[in-house]
């Protein structure tokens, strides 16, 4: 599976979600820790929806690169 994750630069971190798997979310220092530590929660994520019983839910997100022009 696929997941869609949205990367974000903060002031001092960098952050990481997964919106088809809520609660799913990283923080790191680089754009490169951050995304080896939501691939970990993604796996840690989905290993506790198995361990309750709870369904995977299916990558169902999609993103779009808009340009737009600034007057």
Same mark, same amino acid.
């Given at each position: 599976?696929?997941? +869609?994750?949205?990367?974000?630069?903060?002031?001092?971190?960098?952050?990481?979600?997964?919106?088809? &798997?809520?609660?799913?979310?990283?923080?790191?220092?680089?754009?490169?820790? %951050?995304?080896? +530590?939501?691939?970990?929660?993604?796996?840690?994520?989905?290993?506790?929806?198995?361990?309750?019983?709870?369904?995977?839910?299916?990558?169902?997100?999609?993103?779009? +690169?808009?340009? %737009?022009? &600034?007057?």
């Amino acid at each position: 599976m696929r997941y +869609l994750v949205v990367i974000e630069k903060g002031e001092t971190s960098w952050g990481a979600h997964v919106p088809d &798997l809520p609660g799913c979310i990283a923080v790191g220092e680089s754009r490169k820790e %951050v995304v080896q +530590l939501i691939r970990e929660a993604i796996d840690f994520h989905i290993e506790g929806l198995r361990e309750h019983g709870e369904p995977i839910p299916p990558p169902s997100s999609e993103s779009e +690169l808009i340009d %737009v022009q &600034l007057v």
